[in-house]
C-alpha cells in the first residue's frame, strides 16, 4: 500500500458529547470503504466516533456544501443533527464565505443552518414523519402510541422518521431502565426492517426532558439531535410537553423548537472542535 496516498487529514468534534470525524472530500474523493470507517471509530486502536461526517461538494443550487453520514460499525446513516451543527461550524473555521444563515444539502434533503452570536449553532432539520410506511415501520395505524409484548412486559413506544428511524419510549426514571438491554431487544425486531434508534425521555416539565438514545450502528451516545427532535415530537402529540423543549442528555443540551404541527423542527446547541491530525492505515 502506498500509505503517504492513504494518509488522510480529519478534525474531530462534538456536539454536546456526540462526537465525530470530519472529512474533507469536497474535491471528489471517495469516502473511506466501510471497514476502514469502522477502524477509525474504534476508541482503542482508532480516533474513536459515533458517526463519521464526510464534507463535500454541494448537490443542489444555493447549497453551501453537502455532507453523508457513516456510523461507528462503517453502516450508512440517513440525518444527523449534531453531525449537521458540527460541519456548519467546521465550514466556519475552513473560511468558506458565508452568511449567518445558509443551507445544507443532507442525505435526507436540504437543512437550513444559522451561526449564532453566542458561538452555537441552530438547525432545521425537517418535518417529523410519522406513517409507518415512512420510519418505517411494520405496525398498522400512525400512533402517536404502538406496543409490543416484549420481555420487559408490554412496551409502548412513539415511531417517527428525522431522515432516520427514532423508536422514543417515555420512562418515570431513566436510572431505573435497562437502556441497552432493550434498545438492542427492539433494534432486532423485523417490525423496524432498516433497524431503529431507540430513545428513552424522562418527562421533568412541560418546556424539559432527560433523555438517553441508543443508536443503531453505535450504541448509546452522549447526545443525539435527530433522537432529540424526535423524541419532543413524540411527546408533543401526547400532550406531554410544550413547542419548545430543553432537552438533557448525558452530554449536554440541546433546546428543541416545533411552533406547529407543519413546521419543520429546529434544534440549538454546541458545535465544539477537539483536535486535527492525520490517519494512516
Known amino acids: 500500500m502506498n500509505t503517504a496516498a492513504a494518509r488522510r487529514r ?13 472529512l474533507d472530500l469536497r474535491q471528489g474523493e471517495p469516502p473511506p470503504p466501510p471497514a476502514e470507517v469502522a477502524r477509525m471509530a474504534d476508541r482503542h ?7 463519521l461526517l464526510t464534507v463535500e461538494a454541494a448537490t443542489s443550487p444555493g447549497a453551501l456544501a453537502a455532507y453523508r453520514i457513516w456510523n461507528a460499525d462503517g453502516s450508512i446513516a ?3 443533527g449534531n453531525g449537521a451543527r458540527c460541519v456548519a461550524a467546521w465550514l466556519r473555521r475552513d473560511g468558506v464565505p458565508m452568511a449567518q444563515r445558509f443551507r445544507l444539502d443532507s442525505p435526507d434533503g436540504p437543512v437550513e443552518a444559522e451561526l449564532r452570536a453566542d458561538g452555537e449553532v441552530a438547525i432545521v432539520l425537517g418535518h417529523p414523519r410519522f406513517a409507518p410506511a415512512e420510519v418505517p415501520l411494520r405496525l398498522e395505524g400512525p400512533g402517536p402510541e404502538h406496543r409490543l409484548a416484549t420481555p420487559w412486559g408490554e412496551l409502548r413506544f412513539g415511531a417517527v422518521s428525522m431522515g432516520n428511524p427514532h423508536a422514543v419510549i417515555e420512562v418515570a426514571e431513566l436510572a431505573a431502565t435497562d437502556v441497552a438491554g432493550i434498545a438492542r431487544w427492539l433494534q432486532a425486531q423485523a417490525v423496524f426492517p432498516e433497524g431503529v434508534n431507540v430513545g428513552f425521555a424522562e418527562v421533568r416539565a412541560d418546556d424539559r426532558i432527560a433523555l438517553r ?3 443503531r450502528g453505535a450504541g448509546e451516545t452522549l447526545a443525539c439531535g435527530s433522537g432529540a427532535c424526535a423524541a419532543v415530537a413524540v411527546l408533543v402529540r401526547r400532550g406531554r410537553v410544550g413547542r419548545t423543549v430543553q432537552v438533557d442528555l448525558p452530554g449536554g443540551r440541546l433546546r428543541i423548537d416545533w411552533p406547529t404541527d407543519d413546521a419543520p423542527l429546529r434544534m440549538t446547541g454546541p458545535a465544539a472542535f477537539v483536535f486535527d491530525g492525520e490517519w494512516i492505515p
Open 10 to 22: 480529519f478534525s474531530k468534534m462534538h456536539g454536546a458529547g456526540n462526537d465525530f470525524v470530519l
Open 213 to 215: 438514545v441508543y443508536e
Open 45 to 51: 486502536r482508532g480516533i474513536g466516533f459515533d458517526q
Open 78 to 80: 440517513g440525518q444527523c
